[in-house]
Nanobody, 114 residues
Framework: QVQLVESGGGSVQAGGSLRLSCAAP???????MGWYRQAPGEQRELVAA???????NYADSVKGRFTISRDNAKNTVYLQMNSLKLEDTSVYYC?????????WGQGTQVTVSS
């Protein structure tokens, strides 16, 4: 079973920064990678995604504050989150697409407080 290993969640005050990381096994060819988030009672939503070639896509709510990047050699994706807001509080999930298969991380909690 393929596992995506996430790290970097935690608690931060509003205006602060956090960096999430997610590593997929290097033996798998990964096309797109991304981050989703899901707050209690809400649907899971796309935060940011990046193709193998480096093209990126962001939710409007995080544009200008979050930056997604990846290291193809390590099959690792990063999410730099700056100027965090209370509404960014959520469980963040890493996603990796290999062919027609979607892989998900276990989720990491990000809590932003005032």
């Amino acid at each position: 079973q393929v596992q995506l290993v996430e790290s970097g969640g935690g608690s931060v005050q509003a205006g602060g920064s956090l960096r999430l990381s997610c590593a997929a096994p290097v033996s798998i060819y990964i096309n797109a990678m991304g981050w989703y988030r899901q707050a209690p009672g809400e649907q899971r939503e796309l935060v940011a995604a990046i193709t193998r070639g480096g093209s990126t896509n962001y939710a409007d709510s995080v544009k200008g504050r979050f930056t997604i990047s990846r290291d193809n050699a390590k099959n690792t994706v990063y999410l730099q989150m700056n100027s965090l807001k209370l509404e960014d509080t959520s469980v963040y999930y890493c996603n990796a697409i290999s062919g027609s298969t979607n892989y998900w991380g276990q989720g990491t909690q990000v809590t932003v407080s005032s």
